[in-house]
């Protein structure tokens, strides 16, 4: 086997954004904003990711010779906030049993809850052995620093059929995309729903706006500072209602306008001359990423307005292909988004405590199975659509990246 020695990197500026960007979004590979560079930056130097928040960086780094062939996106967690995959009930059993959960090792990109490549190799021919040194390498650190677990999340379906034959547990959720069936306007959309669901939309939609709302799209050199002030107030008091804490400084915003304006969008509505409800999404090469909502006035249907319904116009005006708007939500199935399977894969240090995880995990990827299979009978869209071809589609998609 060819010789490559892995680092620990303690930032992501330890590493130059060509070598990162070299592995993260490799030529030919559909391009994913989140595993970028410049996100992971902004992340990290606003405070948003850092020790004191409990996500201290701890990225992986493999070198042949003095080459970068991969990278692993890696945080060592004091708690398991902003990850979307659940895991505080291990946590509670494992200190109830006598044990340390934390610190543990989480591969993910932080308050992101999309999939993306996890093991992050350059388009080499060696890519398929690369990664499993990837693999090798972070059990390796994980026994090293004597870490209660490691954590891979919101992994590609081969990214995770890879974890599990190297022997980590398998996990699988559900989250509902939208789909671009070669529309070109959001009527086209709307006929391949059932009559019900159409009229449900157009009345959402109609009543969204009824108190004279208009909303903007802002993205690139349009992002300004106002905007952001105007965002970050409403993202606060809606986060801290619905979690009671939030994850981003307001300098993140700041620097995400100034290094990646061109894939950051903003939605604002605004009402008798002012902002009042917002949402930021993430543009990248096929997929519009849904992320943060925040409001600070409460109107009927704005939200699905906000998020759903001008993501779904944004993406048919742009050509892209899907629309991923974050975490959960079975009320997204009315209005257009199919249930989508989501992986992640788990390696545990202590031999019970991984066996109890694993027969739990078995009962819970059947109960999701059974889930989605439910959902898929249940369409939004009439019977004579195509939807054999459609769900194909987005299963290779699922596949690929």
Same mark, same amino acid.
């Given at each position: 086997?060819?010789?490559?020695?892995?680092?620990?990197?303690?930032?992501?500026?330890?590493?130059?954004?060509?070598?990162?960007?070299?592995?993260?979004?490799?030529?030919?590979?559909?391009?994913?904003?989140? #595993?970028?560079?410049?996100?992971?930056?902004? #992340?990290?130097?606003?405070?948003?990711?850092?020790?004191? /928040?409990?996500?201290?960086?701890?990225?992986?780094?493999?070198?042949?010779?003095?080459?970068?062939?991969?990278?692993?996106?890696?945080?060592?967690?004091?708690?398991?906030?902003?990850?979307?995959?659940?895991?505080?009930?291990?946590?509670?059993?494992?200190?109830?049993?006598?044990?340390?959960?934390?610190?543990?090792?989480?591969?993910?990109?932080?308050?992101?809850?999309?999939?993306?490549?996890?093991?992050?190799?350059?388009?080499?021919?060696?890519?398929?052995?690369? +990664?499993?040194?990837?693999?090798?390498?972070?059990?390796?650190?994980?026994?090293?620093?004597?870490?209660?677990?490691?954590?891979?999340?919101?992994?590609?379906?081969?990214?995770?059929?890879?974890?599990?034959?190297?022997?980590?547990?398998?996990?699988?959720?559900?989250?509902?995309?939208?789909?671009?069936?070669?529309?070109? /306007?959001?009527?086209?959309?709307?006929?391949?729903?059932?009559?019900?669901?159409?009229?449900?939309?157009?009345?959402?939609?109609? $009543?969204?706006?009824?108190?004279?709302?208009?909303?903007?799209?802002?993205?690139?050199?349009?992002?300004?500072?106002?905007?952001?002030?105007?965002?970050?107030?409403?993202?606060?008091?809606?986060? &801290?209602?619905?979690?009671?804490?939030?994850?981003?400084?307001?300098?993140?915003?700041? !620097?995400?306008?100034? !290094?990646?304006?061109?894939?950051?969008?903003?939605? #604002?509505?605004?009402? &008798?001359?002012?902002?009042?409800?917002?949402?930021?999404?993430?543009?990248?090469?096929?997929?519009?990423?849904?992320?943060?909502?925040?409001?600070?006035?409460?109107?009927?249907? #704005?939200?699905?307005? /906000?998020?759903?319904?001008?993501?779904? +116009?944004?993406?048919?005006?742009?050509?892209?292909?899907?629309?991923?708007? $974050?975490?959960?939500?079975?009320?997204?199935?009315?209005?257009?988004?199919?249930?989508?399977?989501?992986?992640?894969?788990?390696?545990?240090?202590?031999?019970?405590?991984?066996?109890?995880?694993?027969?739990? !995990? &078995?009962?819970?990827?059947?109960?999701?199975?059974?889930?989605?299979?439910?959902?898929?009978?249940?369409?939004?869209?009439?019977?004579?659509?195509?939807?054999?071809?459609?769900?194909?589609?987005?299963?290779?998609?699922? !596949? $690929?990246?």
């Amino acid at each position: 086997m060819t010789d490559r020695t892995a680092h620990i990197l303690q930032n992501i500026t330890a590493i130059s954004p060509d070598d990162w960007n070299h592995c993260a979004n490799p030529a030919g590979d559909e391009y994913n904003p989140f #595993l970028d560079h410049r996100f992971l930056r902004a #992340l990290e130097e606003s405070g948003s990711a850092a020790a004191e /928040t409990g996500w201290q960086p701890f990225h992986l780094c493999l070198k042949e010779a003095k080459t970068t062939v991969g990278v692993v996106p890696i945080y060592l967690k004091s708690h398991s906030r902003g990850e979307y995959v659940f895991d505080s009930g291990w946590a509670d059993a494992f200190y109830r049993a006598g044990g340390d959960y934390y610190p543990k090792m989480q591969v993910s990109v932080p308050f992101t809850p999309a999939t993306g490549r996890r093991l992050l190799v350059s388009d080499s021919p060696k890519r398929d052995q690369i +990664e499993e040194q990837l693999l090798h390498s972070l059990v390796q650190v994980a026994k090293q620093i004597k870490v209660s677990s490691l954590h891979l999340t919101f992994l590609p379906k081969a990214q995770w059929d890879r974890a599990g034959k190297f022997g980590m547990l398998q996990r699988m959720d559900t989250q509902f995309h939208w789909r671009n069936n070669g529309y070109d /306007t959001f009527e086209k959309f709307l006929e391949d729903l059932s009559s019900k669901k159409r009229k449900n939309i157009r009345r959402e939609r109609r $009543g969204a706006v009824a108190n004279d709302i208009t909303i903007e799209w802002i993205t690139g050199s349009d992002l300004k500072e106002s905007h952001w002030d105007a965002f970050y107030e409403f993202y606060i008091d809606t986060s &801290n209602r619905k979690w009671g804490t939030t994850y981003l400084t307001r300098s993140f915003f700041s !620097l995400i306008s100034e !290094l990646m304006p061109e894939q950051t969008l903003l939605i #604002l509505c605004k009402r &008798n001359g002012r902002y009042i409800a917002g949402a930021i999404n993430f543009i990248g090469e096929k997929t519009l990423f849904g992320r943060n909502w925040g409001c600070r006035e409460d109107h009927r249907f #704005l939200h699905f307005e /906000t998020c759903y319904y001008q993501a779904i +116009e944004f993406a048919i005006a742009n050509q892209l292909e899907s629309v991923e708007a $974050g975490a959960q939500g079975s009320h997204k199935i009315a209005r257009g988004y199919l249930a989508r399977p989501t992986y992640s894969a788990h390696w545990v240090r202590d031999a019970g405590f991984r066996e109890a995880i694993a027969q739990f !995990l &078995n009962d819970e990827r059947r109960y999701v199975e059974q889930d989605i299979e439910w959902v898929e009978s249940h369409t939004p869209f009439r019977t004579d659509v195509d939807l054999e071809s459609f769900q194909h589609r987005l299963k290779l998609d699922q !596949l $690929g990246n």
